[in-house]
C-alpha cells in the first residue's frame, strides 16, 4: 500500500488581501471533488496562524485532516525549525499548540507546503518539499503604481524566489510567460496551476433580493467586487457613469471592498471627489467590505458583473461570474482573454467610451436574478472543472515532492 503524501496548506489572510483567504478556500474544497481513492492518497493538513481570521477556515476543517494553529513566523521559533525530529506527527490530530515542538513535527511531517508567498516564511532553508506561489507580474507591467520601496521589496522577493525555489506555481500561462521573460536562468519548476471558485451550498440558499434589500440597493444594479486599489481601475467606471448621464441613462454600479490602497493613500479620496464632481452618489454606491455570503448574494442579484481592472494574475471575481452563470463586462486583458468565462462582453480597460456604450448596448437585454436553471447547469460545470482543479494540483504536490502516486492526468 502507498502511504499517503501529507500536504500542508499555508493560509495567508488579511482583510486588506482577501485573495490569500478565498484561494485556499477554494483549494480546499476542490480538493473536497477528488474521488474516493484519490482523496486517500493523501493527508490534508491546514495551516493558519494564531492571528488568522477563524471565519476565513472554519467551514473548512470538516476537509481537511489536520488544523495546525501555529505562530511559524516567530522569530524565537526559527533557529529550533531547523532540528529535525524522529517523531511522526500521529495522523488525524485535529489542532496542534503553538510551540517550537510542534513546528518541528510539522516541518517533519509534511511532505509538501504549499504556497509560499513571501520570504519571511519558514521554508527557505529547511529541507521540506515546497512549492512558491506567484499570483503576477503587476509591478513589472504597471510599476507607476508601485512606491520605489515596494518594487525594490517585490524585485527582491521574486529573485530570490527564482533563486532558491524548486518549484514554482503560477496561476496562468500569461503568468508563466512572465515568469520566463523576466527570470529566464531560473531553474525551478515550473507550473501553471488554474484556480476555480467552488461555491458552499449555502450560497444558492440565500435570498439575494432580501440581501439587496438590506443594503437599502435599488433592483437595478451592476456589481463590482474589487479592493480599491488603483490597477483595479474604478475611475472608468465612475467616468462611464458621467458620459451615460449625458445621454439620459443612469445606471447603478454597486461596488464591494475597502475604500484603500496603501500604496496611492490618496486614490479613495480623488475617487469621492469625481463622484461628488459628477453627482454620483445615488448611482455609484460603495458598501466596503462585506461578507463573502453578502457579495455573493449581491452578485446573484446583480445584472451582470463589471471587471474593469488593468492587471490580473487570475481573476477571482471571473471564476465568481463564472460559477453563478452570470454576465460579466470584463476588461480586455490578456489574462482575462484566457480565462474566457461565457456571457461575457469586452471593453477597453482605458476607454470610458467604451464602458459606457457597452452598458448601454447591454443595459435592455439583462434582468436582476438569480436566474436559478442558468445557476444549476453552471454548477454541474463546475463540480467538473472543480475535480480537475484538484487532479492538477494534486499532480503538482507528487512531483514537486518527488512521490509516485497513480493520480488522473493534466488536464
Known amino acids: 500500500m502507498v502511504k499517503p503524501i501529507n500536504i500542508g ?6 482583510t486588506s488581501w482577501m485573495g490569500g483567504a478565498v484561494y ?6 476542490a480538493i473536497s471533488f477528488l474521488s474516493t481513492d484519490e482523496r486517500a492518497k493523501i493527508n490534508l493538513h491546514l495551516i493558519t496562524t494564531p492571528t488568522t481570521n477563524p471565519n476565513f477556515y472554519k467551514n473548512l476543517l470538516p476537509l481537511v485532516d489536520v488544523h495546525h494553529n501555529i505562530d511559524f513566523i516567530n522569530e524565537k521559533f526559527i533557529n529550533k525549525i531547523k532540528n529535525r525530529v524522529s517523531k511522526i506527527l500521529p495522523p488525524f490530530h485535529k489542532c496542534l499548540t503553538p510551540s517550537s515542538a510542534a513546528i518541528e513535527l510539522l516541518i517533519q511531517s509534511i511532505d509538501f507546503f504549499y504556497p509560499v508567498v513571501r520570504n519571511r516564511e519558514f521554508l527557505w532553508d529547511v529541507s521540506s518539499n515546497w512549492a512558491a506561489w506567484i499570483p503576477d507580474f503587476q509591478h513589472k507591467h504597471l510599476p507607476h503604481f508601485f512606491q520605489e520601496s515596494e518594487l525594490r521589496y517585490r524585485d527582491a522577493l521574486f529573485n530570490r524566489i527564482a533563486n532558491h525555489a524548486a518549484n514554482i506555481v ?5 503568468a508563466l510567460k512572465d515568469f520566463q521573460k523576466f527570470y529566464p536562468l531560473a531553474t525551478a519548476q515550473a507550473f501553471v496551476l488554474n484556480f476555480h471558485t467552488v461555491p458552499e451550498q449555502s450560497w444558492f440558499e440565500g435570498n439575494p433580493k432580501t440581501v439587496q434589500k438590506n443594503y437599502y440597493l435599488p433592483d437595478f444594479f451592476f456589481l463590482v467586487s474589487n479592493q480599491f486599489w488603483k490597477h483595479k481601475n474604478h475611475q472608468i467606471l465612475i467616468e462611464s457613469l ?3 448621464q449625458e445621454y439620459s441613462l443612469f445606471p447603478v454600479i454597486v461596488c464591494t471592498g475597502e475604500l484603500n490602497d496603501k500604496r496611492s493613500p490618496s486614490h479613495g479620496k480623488n ?10 452618489h445615488q448611482q455609484f454606491i460603495i458598501l466596503g467590505l462585506i461578507s463573502r455570503f453578502d457579495q455573493i448574494q449581491l452578485m446573484r442579484r446583480s445584472l451582470a458583473v ?5 492587471f490580473e494574475g487570475w481573476s477571482t471575481v471571473v471564476e465568481d461570474a463564472r460559477t453563478l452563470s452570470k454576465s460579466i463586462l470584463l476588461s480586455d486583458t490578456l489574462v482575462h482573454r484566457e480565462q474566457n468565462p461565457p456571457c461575457t462582453t469586452y471593453f477597453s480597460p482605458h476607454s470610458p467610451e467604451d464602458l459606457a456604450q457597452t452598458i448601454a448596448t447591454l443595459l435592455p437585454t439583462l434582468s436582476p436574478g438569480p436566474d436559478l436553471l442558468a445557476e444549476t447547469q453552471a454548477l454541474k460545470q463546475n463540480q467538473q472543472l472543480s475535480q480537475t482543479y484538484a487532479q492538477n494540483f494534486l499532480n503538482i504536490s507528487c512531483k514537486a515532492s518527488n512521490k509516485s502516486l497513480t493520480v488522473s492526468k493534466l488536464k
Open 24 to 29: 485556499i478556500q477554494n483549494l480546499v474544497k
Open 170 to 174: 503560477l496561476s496562468s500561462q500569461v
Open 9 to 14: 496548506l499555508l493560509m495567508h489572510a488579511s
Open 271 to 280: 475617487l469621492l471627489q469625481l463622484i461628488d464632481q459628477f453627482k454620483l
Open 242 to 244: 458621467h458620459i451615460l
Open 306 to 310: 463589471i471587471q474593469p481592472s488593468l
